[in-house]
């Protein structure tokens, strides 16, 4: 107990006298633990389109009303031996209504006035090989529609196809570009938290080394003369990771929120998918501090 | 209580210290290490309190040989056998005479009752009983170095080593400090101090361990400076 006392007195004795130090590094960690989140937030953010505009399915065959028990065994088991095909699984028309009532949970003009007969039964087909889609289209007899372009499919019991592999690879190049974007410059950002909050921990030792010298004296052990400045540092670190997701809950409420409902096709990251990220944010500002820690204290390693 | 056997010390920059140097100091002496600037005073008191390793021979305090302890447990505990004083007192300018001893405590982990008892108790000790809640600014040479003696001796160490601890101070304070000194060796701690003060060696007529060029010259047991 005493010694906890002793280690939150030293740190918070410590963050006093370095205090503009101290303010650096925890801005810069708050920055780049917020770039961090956002990274995050943008990835989930288009995961969400991605669901709401396929389904995460590659081609969708949709089935004609109404639907024969026969013919979904039958064509679910030729349309697994395609080679093409990696996965299919069927989705009836209550599951379909159920999917569709989840996504657009936030636009209640959708949900309510569209009854549930009108979703149709499909096949959700992942592919193994997307160059190869030609053999499903060729399975199915489907010709292109040259004035909707709907791929209708003269087998019977098929409505038409639906091709997402055009779309996918679109938003999928969308995310990589924007998350990898943030990702870097959060990952620059992070390094310099890392440098900033080291260099505080460095100086904050400079300035008590007469101190240490007497703790190391009188045979204060190791742990003893360093846990202060790690704690200090974790303490840097965290105060960036909260003010982030604060932040982000923040963004989240005044900017998505303003969002909702006005694009009504689009899905929003609700605070459920904030809530889902801050342990990511913790566990890269407990990174922070570590690395920070490690390499500002090195040089008083010895006794 | 101390050995050094056949100790020499060579610093990284090629400058000998010590060379082949062999000390034996029983518990309870006191000594004096005498000699000029450079000749290794410093040097063995850093080899005590293991702050260097010797580049041959080996060094005991205590019945422990000094360098293979491990930093992690084995040299914090030899250091709290041995008190340390110093000619610039080192002592923390922005705390008060009771907290400066205390801090020696406190960062060796001792529970407050045993704090509360000890520090006051040493502080009566060394005549500052009167001093407790004055900074190191508002005390002469003299009594700063009391408050260090008091820093030194509050853990009750086996061993008490002196750098030149009246190097800063008027011949009467000296004396005073010696006295002091000489008081805390009377209770059984085995003090060496490392000294440059003629008249001080002279007048306290102990064993005296001459160093001159890293070499011992001469080792008189109730000696004087030269």
Not at chain 1, 268 to 287: E, S
Not at chain 2, 166 to 182: A, C, E, K, Q, Y
Not at chain 2, 198 to 214: S, T
Request: overall charge positive.
């Amino acid at each position: 107990m005493r010694r906890i006392e002793f280690y939150f007195r030293e740190t918070a004795a410590g963050i006093r006298r370095n205090g503009i130090m101290a303010f650096a590094a925890m801005s810069t960690a708050f920055i780049a633990l917020f770039l961090f989140g956002l990274a995050l937030i943008i990835a989930r953010e288009i995961n969400l389109v991605i669901e709401a505009v396929t389904g995460n399915v590659q081609v969708a065959v949709y089935l004609s009303d109404p639907v024969r028990p026969d013919t979904v065994t039958r064509l679910q088991t030729e349309l697994q031996q395609l080679p093409a095909v990696a996965s299919v699984q069927y989705e009836n028309k209550d599951e379909a209504c159920a999917r569709a009532k989840k996504l657009f949970e936030s636009n209640p003009a959708i949900t309510e006035n569209v009854p549930c007969e009108v979703y149709p039964a499909s096949f959700r087909v992942t592919l193994a090989d997307t160059a190869q889609y030609g053999q499903i289209t060729a399975r199915l007899s489907c010709q292109p529609d040259p004035t909707t372009h709907d791929i209708t499919c003269s087998e019977p019991g098929v409505l038409k196809v639906l091709d997402f592999r055009d779309i996918l690879d679109r938003l999928s190049a969308i995310t990589r570009v924007l998350r990898n974007g943030v990702l870097f410059i959060a990952v620059v950002m992070l390094v310099s938290a890392t440098v900033l909050v080291a260099n505080t921990l460095r100086m904050g030792m400079f300035a008590r080394r007469k101190e240490i010298g007497i703790m190391r004296l009188v045979g204060a052990t190791n742990w003893r003369i360093r846990v202060p400045f790690l704690i200090e540092g974790l303490v840097e670190a965290l105060v960036g990771a909260a003010l982030a997701i604060i932040t982000l809950f923040l963004v989240k409420v005044f900017v998505v929120d303003q969002l909702r409902g006005r694009i009504v096709w689009l899905p929003l990251i609700r605070n459920g998918d904030v809530l889902a990220i801050t342990p990511w944010i913790l566990i890269a500002a407990a990174g922070v501090a570590i690395v920070a820690g490690t390499i500002g204290i090195r040089r008083f390693l010895d006794v | 209580m101390i050995s050094l056997q056949n100790v020499t010390k060579t610093y990284k920059n090629g400058v000998t210290a010590l060379e082949a140097v062999s000390i034996e100091i029983e518990k309870g002496e006191f000594v004096f290490v005498v000699g000029p600037s450079g000749s290794g005073k410093s040097t063995t008191l850093r080899l005590l309190l293991r702050e260097e390793e010797p580049s041959m021979g080996e060094v005991f305090v205590a019945g422990k040989n000094v360098v293979r302890l491990s930093s992690l447990g084995g040299i914090p505990k030899l250091r709290r056998n041995i008190g340390c004083v110093f000619q610039d007192f080192k002592l923390l300018q922005d705390k008060t005479v009771f907290e400066n001893v205390s801090f020696a405590l406190e960062v060796i982990g001792k529970p407050k009752h045993v704090i509360d008892a000890r520090v006051p108790e040493i502080l009566d000790y060394v005549g500052l009983g009167d001093k407790l809640n004055n900074y190191p600014d508002e005390l002469s040479g003299g009594e700063q170095q009391r408050v260090s003696i008091a820093r030194a001796c509050v853990n009750r160490p086996l061993v008490l080593l002196a750098d030149e601890p009246t190097g800063n101070l008027d011949p009467n304070t000296s004396v005073d400090i010696m006295r002091l000194l000489d008081k805390v060796n009377k209770i059984g701690t085995t003090v060496v101090m490392a000294t440059h003060d003629q008249a001080i060696v002279d007048a306290m007529r102990k064993r005296v361990i001459e160093l001159d060029h890293g070499k011992v010259v001469r080792d008189q047991s109730r000696g004087v400076y030269s």
